[in-house]
């Protein structure tokens, strides 16, 4: 069971706009920026977002962050066929002294 | 560029032991925190342990309180995990990973390419 909570799976036509949710609580994201990362399979995570809303220098301007209170979104417009991956939303616990990653969303392009 | 590369990893039985290492190149690997993720087969991403610059401050998550020991060497720019009494639970593929704003926040962005630990008899 993830501290963070995702939806195991979401699902988009290429060119659509597509967005995944992370919960937490007042312990992680509610106190701490929300990172997120892209992970094909067989392959090492990919930073996308960091700091709730900012771009790695090289991440695609089509990916964006954000918060509010204890939930962070991921959002993806113009969905391509390389998009496809599992995401995942990490925050720092400051309960558990630790960085809490959500379960994971694996997105599908139609 | 950055480059981290891990290995040490491989089979071992229940019980066991397994040193993990992680060698920094492309930037000044004393001056930022470093640290360890892992990700069981099939699984997630989970915390592992974390390191400051000068090694003085250290947290382990759940996962290796008592079990497990990250340290450093920034004479060598290499990152390191002492893991011990290894349970079939541990099997997965272990990443070092760096934060380059040096914080706890999660943001890590560079990450090797893993190294496998199995743990089975």
């Known amino acids: 069971q993830s501290v963070l909570t995702q939806s195991p799976s979401a699902s988009g036509t290429p060119g659509q706009r597509v967005t995944i949710s992370c919960s937490g609580s007042s312990s992680n994201i509610g106190r701490n920026t929300v990172n997120w990362y892209q992970q094909v399979p067989g392959t090492a995570p990919k930073l996308l977002i960091y700091?709730?809303?900012q771009r790695p220098s090289g991440v695609p301007d089509r990916y964006s962050g954000s918060k509010s209170g204890t939930s962070g979104s991921l959002a993806i417009s113009g969905l391509q066929s390389e998009d496809e991956a599992d995401y995942y939303c990490?925050?720092?616990?400051?309960?558990?002294?630790?960085?809490?990653f959500g379960g994971g969303t694996k997105l599908t392009v139609l | 560029q950055v480059q981290l590369v891990e290995s040490g990893g491989g089979l071992v039985k229940p019980g066991g032991s397994l040193r993990l290492s992680c060698a920094a190149s492309g930037f000044t690997f004393s001056n930022y925190y470093m640290s360890w993720i892992r990700q069981a087969p099939g699984k997630g991403l989970e915390s592992v342990s974390y390191i400051s610059s000068n090694g003085r401050t250290i947290y382990d998550a759940d996962s290796a309180k008592g079990r497990f020991t990250i340290s450093r060497d920034n004479a060598k720019n290499s990152l390191y995990l002492q893991m011990n009494s290894l349970r079939a639970e541990d099997t997965a593929v272990y990443y070092c990973?760096?934060?380059?704003?040096?914080?706890?926040?999660?943001?890590?962005?560079?990450w090797g390419q893993g190294t496998l630990v199995t743990v089975s008899s």
């Open positions: 700091v709730d809303n």
């Open positions: 990490a925050a720092w616990d400051h309960s558990l002294n630790a960085v809490v």
């Open positions: 990973a760096i934060n380059l704003r040096n914080n706890w926040s999660g943001g890590f962005d560079y």
